[in-house]
């Protein structure tokens, strides 16, 4: 049996990272839609990245004799002001995100859970990457300003940056 505490940090944990899938979905079908192909296809591949954090909680839960909850995802937002508000919104969820993962390793060093504990250091260094990724971003974004010239350039990188990560599998395990 899982210990009741780890096994109510994980399911919050997996919640956490399915909201995550469905609020970058939401920012790509957004990008989509307004001619922004690269940031589209950057965005699609970061929901799955998310789903695939969440799978990966899925199945370590159900492996040490919890129980996975499955949850239910609010509607994440159609519209977006902005590029560069689309990325402060990433940025700021992934903090939220490392907190909560930051949570569930204190959580785990109470229980003294060890083993959690080691598989949660991969989630650790995910997010010191990924919101290393989103501060880049809005870095160049703000340097772009409202340069359109600019923008296209910014967004075929994004494009190739998203074909780069597909080919290496984007720092996903085995
Ligand atoms: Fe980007 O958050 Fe998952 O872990």
């Given at each position: 049996m899982m210990n009741k505490r780890i096994e109510?940090?994980?399911?919050?944990?997996?919640?956490?990272?399915?909201?995550?899938?469905?609020?970058?979905?939401?920012?790509?079908?957004?990008?989509?839609?307004?001619?922004l192909n690269g940031t589209a296809k950057f965005m699609y591949q970061h929901s799955d990245e998310e789903r695939f954090h969440m799978l990966k909680l899925i199945k370590f839960v159900n492996e040490r004799g919890g129980v996975a909850l499955v949850p239910a995802v609010p509607?994440?937002?159609?519209?977006?002001?902005?590029?560069?508000?689309?990325?402060?919104?990433?940025?700021?969820?992934?903090?939220?995100?490392?907190?909560?993962?930051?949570?569930?390793?204190?959580?785990?060093?109470q229980e003294k859970d060890y083993s959690t504990h080691n598989f949660?250091?991969?989630?650790?260094?995910e997010q010191l990457e990924e919101e290393a990724l989103?501060?880049?971003?809005?870095?160049?974004?703000?340097?772009?300003?409202?340069?359109?010239?600019?923008l296209y350039l910014f967004d075929r990188d994004l494009e190739n940056a998203a074909a780069q990560a597909t080919a290496g599998m984007g720092g996903q395990p085995a």
């Amino acid at each position: 049996m899982m210990n009741k505490r780890i096994e109510a940090a994980l399911n919050d944990q997996i919640q956490k990272e399915s909201s995550s899938s469905q609020f970058y979905l939401a920012m790509a079908s957004w990008a989509e839609n307004n001619g922004l192909n690269g940031t589209a296809k950057f965005m699609y591949q970061h929901s799955d990245e998310e789903r695939f954090h969440m799978l990966k909680l899925i199945k370590f839960v159900n492996e040490r004799g919890g129980v996975a909850l499955v949850p239910a995802v609010p509607q994440p937002p159609v519209e977006f002001d902005s590029l560069e508000r689309v990325f402060e919104l990433l940025l700021e969820h992934e903090i939220v995100v490392t907190e909560s993962i930051n949570g569930v390793v204190d959580v785990c060093l109470q229980e003294k859970d060890y083993s959690t504990h080691n598989f949660m250091q991969w989630y650790v260094s995910e997010q010191l990457e990924e919101e290393a990724l989103a501060r880049g971003i809005l870095d160049k974004l703000r340097l772009i300003g409202g340069d359109k010239g600019g923008l296209y350039l910014f967004d075929r990188d994004l494009e190739n940056a998203a074909a780069q990560a597909t080919a290496g599998m984007g720092g996903q395990p085995a």
